[in-house]
C-alpha cells in the first residue's frame, strides 16, 4: 500500500538537538493522489487522531510539552481522494538542552595567548576526562564555542560538521550541536579533547576583543536508568597545539611533528599543559539549536593539471572555482614545509595571482589564503586544513620537494549541506554551462551563511541574498538556511530599525551609514519570497517586528528629511508628496552597473567611487523600494492576521507610489533618471500606472538598443530584467541580452573560462586574465546569477504563484525563443516534484509536466488556451508561430 514519505521536521532532514517548542511537520502525499483529505500523526507520546485538513506542510505537533533530550519518532498516514493510506516510515527528531538550568558543564578558556600574536589566530587543544564504568545505553554530546571547534572522544572525531558551531549574532544566538556519541565510549576513562580556534571571530572586527572559548556537555545514560553529566570545568588543561595560527582569510598553518597532535591519548606526557580558566558571566540564555543544515565536506575534486611555471613553485588546477580546502597526501620528508596559495586566476606566466581580490594583503606582506603544513614524515600522513576555508579554482605549492602527481591533491569541496532541489537543461550547450556556473558560485558562496564571495569578503551582504534567494530557492532547499540568516539580521537591528548591510553583522562600527535601500530591504523581501517557496507563514510572523521597524525606519527618512520642492510637487493638488519620497541618507545605489565607476568618479576605482555616494542622488531607488517593502509588509500582515496594518501600509504604499509618479516620471513618459535600471525596477515593482506600461517597456527595449543590445544594469535591477521585457512582450529582446556574447554579458564570463558568476562584467579579459578594477574583481560572486531564475520560471516555465505559496497552485508557462529546440526543469517543491519539459519540431510544440500530489497547475502553452490541472504526468502539444520560436 502507498505511503507518505519524504518526512521533514522543520526544515531539517537531521533534526538532533533542537530548541523550538513545537516542531512542524512535512510530508509528501503518496504517488497516485490528488488530495489529501485528512492526516492523522503519531509523535512519541501524542496521537492527533484523525484530522480533517488537507495541510501537509509544517503541520505544528500539538503534543504533551516536550522535555529536554526527549527522543521522538514520528508516523503519519493520510486519507486523500485514493483512500486510506499506510502508516509512514518512522522519521525522528531530538530536543536539545532546553533550559539554561540544564547545563552543569562550565565555560572555558585558555589563560594567555603568545605576546603580540593575535589570540584569535591562535589555536589551542583541550583536554578533559570522563571516567565511566556502567555500560552505555545512549550518550550524546552538547557543545559549542566562541571560534571554531572540532571535539575528540578517545581519539574519533565526533561528527562531520564543519566550522561549528557556526556564524551567528554571538551575543544574542550560540548555537549548539548535539552528537551521538554512544559507540565513542569506553568502560572507564575516556579522553574528551577539543581542537578550537578563533573562526569568524578571528577575522571580525566586532568580536576581536571576544575570548575563545568552549562548552561541553557528555551526558551518558546507562542502562539501569543513570544519567551520568561530564562536561568542561575547571579541573580540564589546555596548550597551543599543532596548528600554530589558523584565521578564516590568511589560512592555517600546521606543524605534523608537534606530539600534541596526540591529545587523545590517555597515558599522554601532560607537562607544559596549563588549567584551564574558567567563565562565570556567560549567558546561557543565548544558546539555541540548529535550524539550518550544518556545513559539511560535500566532494572532492580531483586536478585537471598540475604544471610547474618556476623552478620552485607548482600549480594545482581543478578546472573548477569552489569554496573548500585542499588536501594533500604526499607530505615529503620530515621538516619538509609545504606552502599553499590558493587563488582563481592564473597570470601571464602560467603562475598563480590573488592581486585581484587580496585587497591589498600582498603590498602589506600578509597571508591570504595560504596554508602552510610541516611533515612529520610518517606514512600516511596528509594535511586537511579544516579551520579555514578558501575560495579558489588553482592552488601554488612551494617546498614540496617532489612533483605532484594529480593523485596527490584533491580540492574538497565544503559548504552548507543544503538538499539539491532545482535542476535545468537546454538544447543550448552555452546555457547549460552558465547555470552551472550559477550553481557553483553559489555553492561556492553556501557557507553557513550567504556569502558574497568566498575569498576576501566571505560576508553575508544583505542586498546580494535579497537578489538571490528566489533563485537559491529553486536550485537548493534554503528554508532552515534562510531562517537562521534572517534571526541573525534581526538581532543585529537597530532599536531605529536600521539595518547592517551583512547579517551577522560582522562590523565594530559601520564605515558607511546605515539604511541603504535595496540593502535593508532584505528584512522584508527575503521573508516574502522564503514564504512563497516553503509557505512558512510562521517565519513572516517571527520576523514582523523587525519588516515592520525596517519599514517604519524608510517612512522616517522620507518624513523628516525631504529635500527642496521640485517643480513637480507644486503642480499636485498636495505638496505633501515630499514626505513620500526618500531622498536622504547613504545608499550603495544600483551598485556594479557596467561603467560605474567610471561614470561616479572618472578614475576608475572603487574609492573614489564610494565616496561619491554620500553626496549621490539615489532618491528614484529608494522611494521605489519603499514602496515594495511596504506594499509587501501590507500583503505579508493579512497573512499573518493583522488586517488593519495591512490596510495603514497600503494606505501609505499608494501615497508613495504616487510620489514616486509626480517625482520620477516626465510629461513624455519618460523616467528619472533615464537608465535600464530605473525602467526595470518601475515595471518589475508595479510604480507606473497600467496606461504607461508598454511606453515604459519601450523605452527600456530603446535604452537596450542604444547600449548595442547589451543590459546596463547593476545588482539590484539585473535579476528583474529579462523577467520584465518578457512580461512586457518583448521575449525575444530578452533572449537577446541572454544570448549575447560580448562584454558585459552572461556568455562573456562562459567564453572566458568563467566556472562560477564573476562580481564585476569584466571580471577575466579574454586570454582569461584578471581585468576588473580593483576591489570588485571576485571571480565568485553569485549575484547576477540570479538570471537563472529567468532560465527556470521563463524557458522552461515553472513559476510560483503568489496567492498560494509553497507551490500549493502555480503556473507552467514556457516561452520559447532564442533559438532553443528543447529545455526542462525540475524542482522538488513542498509537496513533490515538479517537472517541465518541451522540445520543438518544426511547428510543434511538445509539453511533458509532471505535478505533485496535493497540487495544481495553470498551464499555459504558446498558442494554446490555458487549463488548469491537477496532479499528475500529462503530454500536451501546440502548435506555435514563427515569431514564438
Same mark, same amino acid.
Given at each position: ?36 483529505? =485528512? ?37 503519519v498516514k493520510v486519507w486523500t481522494d485514493a483512500g486510506e ?40 587543544? *583541550? ?17 559549542? =564555542? ?76 546507562? *542502562? ?46 601532560? =607537562? ?46 581543478l578546472g573548477q572555482n569552489i569554496n573548500g580546502w585542499v ?146 530557492? *529553486? ?5 532552515? *538556511? ?34 541603504? =535601500? ?368
Open positions: 500500500m502507498l505511503r507518505p514519505e519524504r518526512l521533514m521536521v522543520e526544515h531539517l532532514e537531521e533534526a538532533c538537538g533542537i530548541t523550538m517548542a513545537k516542531p512542524r511537520l512535512s510530508w509528501w502525499l503518496p504517488k497516485g493522489c490528488t488530495q489529501q483529505v =485528512a492526516y492523522r500523526i503519531r509523535a512519541g507520546r501524542w496521537d492527533s487522531g484523525m484530522v480533517e485538513s488537507d495541510q501537509s506542510i509544517l503541520v505544528p505537533y500539538a503534543g504533551p510539552a516536550l522535555r529536554s533530550r526527549e527522543h521522538v519518532e514520528w508516523t493510506s499506510a502508516w509512514s516510515e518512522y522519521g525522528s527528531w531530538e530536543m536539545g538542552l532546553l533550559d539554561p538550568s540544564d547545563w552543569k558543564a562550565s565555560w572555558i578558556e585558555p589563560f594567555t595567548c603568545t605576546q603580540g600574536e593575535p589570540e584569535t589566530d591562535r589555536c589551542w587543544v *583541550f583536554r578533559g576526562t570522563a571516567n565511566h564504568s556502567d555500560l552505555v545505553r545512549r550518550a550524546r554530546l552538547y557543545v559549542t =564555542a566562541h571560534g571554531i571547534y572540532e571535539f575528540f572522544i578517545n581519539g574519533h572525531r565526533v561528527g562531520d560538521a564543519e566550522l561549528t558551531p557556526g556564524f551567528t549574532s554571538y551575543e544574542s544566538r550560540l548555537q549548539v550541536q548535539s552528537f551521538d556519541v554512544t559507540d565513542l565510549l569506553v568502560a572507564g576513562e575516556n579522553v574528551l579533547a577539543a581542537v578550537l580556534s578563533g573562526g569568524w571571530i578571528g577575522w571580525t572586527p566586532r568580536y576581536r576583543d571576544m575570548r575563545v572559548g568552549l562548552l561541553a556537555q557528555l551526558e551518558v545514560e546507562g *542502562f539501569n536508568g543513570s544519567l551520568s553529566c561530564y562536561g568542561t570545568g575547571s579541573e580540564w588543561l589546555y596548550a597551543g597545539g599543532p596548528i600554530k595560527s589558523a584565521n578564516l582569510i590568511r589560512g592555517q598553518v600546521l606543524d605534523l611533528r608537534d606530539l600534541r597532535l596526540d591529545c587523545c591519548e590517555p597515558d599522554i606526557d601532560l =607537562a607544559g599543559w596549563t588549567p584551564v580558566r574558567t567563565a562565570a558571566d556567560v549567558d546561557f540564555s543565548r544558546l539555541c539549536g540548529p535550524v539550518a543544515p550544518p556545513v559539511r565536506r560535500i566532494e572532492e575534486v580531483s586536478p585537471v593539471m598540475v604544471s610547474r611555471p618556476h623552478p620552485d613553485r607548482q600549480i594545482v588546477d588536501k594533500l597526501s604526499n607530505l615529503g620528508p620530515s621538516g619538509s614545509t609545504i606552502t599553499l596559495t590558493h587563488g582563481e586566476a592564473l597570470d601571464t606566466d602560467g603562475d598563480l595571482t590573488i592581486e585581484h581580490i587580496a585587497d591589498g594583503a600582498v603590498e602589506r606582506g600578509e597571508p591570504f589564503q595560504r596554508d602552510q603544513v610541516t611533515s612529520a614524515g610518517r606514512s600516511g600522513d596528509s594535511f586537511e586544513p579544516r579551520h579555514t576555508t578558501h575560495g579558489f579554482r588553482y592552488v601554488r605549492v612551494e617546498g614540496h620537494p617532489d612533483t605532484l602527481s594529480s593523485d596527490d591533491v584533491r580540492g574538497v569541496v565544503v559548504h552548507t549541506d543544503l538538499r539539491r532541489t532545482g535542476w535545468f537543461e537546454c538544447s543550448d550547450q552555452r546555457l547549460n554551462r552558465l547555470h552551472d556556473a550559477i550553481v557553483w558560485s553559489f555553492r561556492g558562496n553556501a557557507c553557513d551563511i550567504p556569502t558574497d564571495c568566498p575569498t576576501r569578503e566571505r560576508a553575508g551582504w544583505t542586498g546580494d541574498w535579497q537578489i538571490f534567494v528566489p533563485t537559491a530557492a *529553486f536550485l537548493y532547499d534554503v528554508a532552515g *538556511f534562510s531562517a537562521k540568516w534572517l534571526r541573525d539580521l534581526a538581532a543585529d537591528q537597530r532599536p531605529e530599525g536600521e539595518v547592517w548591510y551583512c547579517a551577522p553583522n560582522h562590523e565594530a562600527a559601520p564605515f558607511h551609514p546605515l539604511g541603504s =535601500a535595496g540593502w535593508g530591504d532584505a528584512a522584508v523581501i527575503v521573508p516574502w519570497e522564503v514564504y512563497q517557496a516553503y509557505g512558512d507563514r510562521d517565519l513572516l510572523a517571527q520576523q514582523w517586528d523587525s519588516m515592520a521597524a525596517w519599514v517604519a525606519y524608510a517612512q522616517r527618512k522620507a518624513r523628516q528629511h525631504p529635500g527642496p520642492p521640485r517643480e513637480s510637487a507644486r503642480k499636485l493638488p498636495s505638496p505633501q508628496h515630499e514626505h513620500y519620497v526618500w531622498n536622504s541618507g547613504f545608499h550603495f545605489g544600483e551598485w556594479l552597473e557596467p561603467d560605474m565607476l567610471t561614470k561616479s568618479s572618472g578614475s576608475g576605482d572603487i574609492e573614489s567611487h564610494m565616496a561619491t555616494l554620500h553626496t549621490a542622488d539615489h532618491s528614484s531607488l529608494a522611494t521605489a523600494y519603499l514602496y515594495r517593502s511596504t506594499k509587501l509588509l501590507a500583503t505579508m500582515a493579512r497573512i499573518v492576521g493583522r488586517a488593519d496594518d495591512g490596510s495603514r501600509y497600503d494606505e501609505y504604499a499608494a501615497s508613495v507610489k504616487a510620489a514616486w509618479q509626480a517625482e520620477f516620471m516626465m510629461s513624455d513618459g519618460l523616467l528619472k533618471p533615464d537608465t535600464q535600471a530605473t525602467y526595470v525596477r518601475s515595471l518589475a515593482f508595479d510604480l507606473v500606472p497600467e496606461a504607461a506600461r508598454a511606453q515604459v517597456a519601450e523605452r527600456l527595449v530603446d535604452l537596450v538598443r542604444k547600449a548595442d543590445t547589451h543590459l546596463d544594469t547593476g545588482f539590484l535591477a539585473t535579476a528583474d530584467l529579462l523577467p520584465v521585457l518578457a512580461d512586457t512582450g518583448h521575449v525575444d529582446v530578452a533572449y537577446e541580452l541572454l544570448l549575447q556574447d560580448t562584454e558585459p554579458s552572461w556568455l562573456a564570463m562562459i567564453n572566458r573560462g568563467g566556472t562560477t558568476v564573476w562580481e564585476h562584467w569584466s571580471g577575466l579579459d579574454e586570454e582569461g586574465r584578471p581585468n576588473a578594477p580593483k576591489g570588485v574583481g571576485s571571480l565568485n560572486h553569485y549575484s547576477k546569477g540570479a538570471v537563472a531564475s529567468f532560465l527556470h520560471r521563463y524557458v522552461a516555465g515553472i513559476r510560483p504563484n503568489h496567492d498560494c505559496p509553497g507551490y500549493r497552485r502555480f503556473t507552467i508557462e514556457p516561452c520559447p525563443g532564442g533559438g532553443l529546440v528543447s529545455a526542462s526543469a525540475a524542482h522538488d517543491s513542498p509537496y513533490g516534484r515538479i517537472e517541465s519539459r518541451w522540445h520543438l519540431d518544426g511547428d510543434r510544440f511538445t509539453a511533458e509536466i509532471v505535478i505533485p500530489p496535493g497540487a495544481t497547475a495553470d498551464v499555459v502553452l504558446p498558442g494554446a488556451e490555458p487549463e488548469r490541472l491537477r496532479s499528475g504526468s500529462y503530454r500536451l502539444s501546440t502548435r506555435v508561430r514563427r515569431h514564438d520560436r
